[in-house]
């Protein structure tokens, strides 16, 4: 049981601080799940990994400054939701980041194949809307 703690805790130190990640992100045999999140929550317990939502981690950065642990960055929370919804960001905030408007986004579009209700994940309100195209071309 030791060599197994021993690879879980490497892989989670081979993951990008900030990076949010889930029992995907991770391998081992399916039967082990239950001794993963027990792990997990135990790192987390520890204040080495910081819990998103349930199955979600990230490792926080520690400040230069001395100031402590960053929180994870917004950017962060769109790719991991973006990916969790399988969608893309669409809307006000993303022409906004583009330059097209000057309009601050209070609500973050995703446009997902399968929307669901609107939903608060940290300090963000996330709206799904339907995507009707799914197909990027390359």
């Not at 990994?49 to 960055?73: D, F, H, M, N």
């Amino acid at each position: 049981m030791a060599s197994f703690r021993k690879e879980i805790l490497g892989q989670i130190e081979r993951i990008d601080t900030g990076r949010i990640f889930t029992f995907r992100d991770l391998s081992f045999e399916t039967e082990k799940t239950a001794n993963v999140a027990v792990l997990l929550s135990e790192q987390s317990r520890k204040g080495v990994l910081v819990r998103v939502e349930k199955g979600a981690y990230y490792r926080p950065k520690k400040s230069v400054l001395g100031l402590g642990k960053l929180p994870v960055y917004q950017d962060e929370q769109f790719r991991y939701l973006t990916e969790k919804l399988n969608g893309y960001i669409t809307g006000a905030y993303i022409y906004n980041k583009m330059g097209l408007t000057e309009q601050v986004a209070t609500t973050i579009t995703i446009a997902t194949p399968n929307p669901v209700r609107r939903f608060r994940f940290k300090n963000l309100d996330i709206e799904c809307v339907k995507a009707y195209c799914m197909v990027y071309p390359d």
